[in-house]
């Protein structure tokens, strides 16, 4: 079956320090991925994606990292503010059924002051 | 724009009760989502659609039925409630990409409707 997962739950960071939250998934048919960002009380938000055809991609501050050979893929941001505080989740869209996008479970993501 | 609109943003129902969840979209996006939040569990996909008069399944769509009768509304439907379906609804829309029919993958959240079944 499909499953999009994450190393771990939580995950708390200095105010300044880089953040790293890390993603596994194990449909190795998948080419499409995708990280957003939820806060408290909101609908999720769009952060970056990226394809199947590339190993990295960057946005501001952002920076998504896709290891094909152990189906991982990892979201960097660098100086982490306390506006990044939310719960982020990796997505995964297949790309054969154009539009199925499923969500792993989510990392929590604190800063520390 | 409004965006994604959905309603009612809060519900109580009683065990075997019906009722429907709107979302309305103003983006003239061409896909659409249910998915459900419970805690712990992320985002689980209920139905979706490709487009007006389509619907598919999600990973959980028991118990749920949908109908996209206009391009901009998609709706959720609660034939029979029960406790299990206690959770925070989110609908989300997405577009195509530019020059391909295939879907951007970016998807436009509400703010999400949270019902609970007594």
């Known amino acids: 079956g499909e499953s999009v997962g994450l190393h771990l739950p939580t995950l708390s960071v200095q105010e300044g320090d880089n953040s790293i939250i890390n993603c596994a998934y194990s449909?190795?048919?998948?080419?499409?991925f995708i990280w957003y960002k939820q806060e408290s009380g909101k609908g999720p938000q769009f952060i970056i994606d990226?394809?199947?055809?590339?190993d990295k991609r960057q946005g501001q501050r952002v920076t998504v990292l896709l290891n094909k050979t152990v189906k991982h893929l990892s979201l960097q941001i660098a100086a982490t503010q306390p506006g990044d505080s939310a719960v982020y989740f990796c997505?995964?869209?297949?790309?054969?059924?154009?539009?199925?996008?499923?969500f792993g479970s989510g990392t929590r993501l604190s800063i520390r002051p | 724009n409004a965006g994604v609109t959905q309603t009612p943003k809060f519900r109580v129902l009683k065990t075997g009760q019906s009722m429907t969840l709107l979302c309305a979209q103003d983006?003239?996006?061409?896909?659409m989502y249910w998915y459900r939040q419970d805690p712990g569990m992320g985002l689980r996909l209920i139905h979706y659609?490709?487009?007006?008069?389509?619907?598919a399944k999600g990973e959980v769509p028991d118990g749920y039925n949908v109908s996209r009768l206009k391009k901009q509304n998609f709706l959720l439907g609660l034939e029979s409630a029960a406790p299990s379906q206690t959770s925070v609804y989110f609908c989300?829309?997405?577009?195509?990409?530019?020059?391909?029919?295939?879907?951007?993958?970016?998807?436009?959240f509400g703010e999400g409707s949270r019902l609970t079944v007594l």
């Open positions: 449909n190795s048919a998948s080419d499409y």
């Open positions: 990226i394809r199947s055809n590339m």
């Open positions: 989300a829309s997405s577009g195509r990409t530019s020059g391909s029919p295939t879907n951007t993958g970016e998807l436009f």
């Open positions: 997505a995964e869209n297949r790309e054969s059924s154009a539009s199925k996008i499923i």
């Open positions: 659609s490709v487009g007006e008069g389509t619907t």
């Open positions: 983006m003239n996006h061409e896909y």
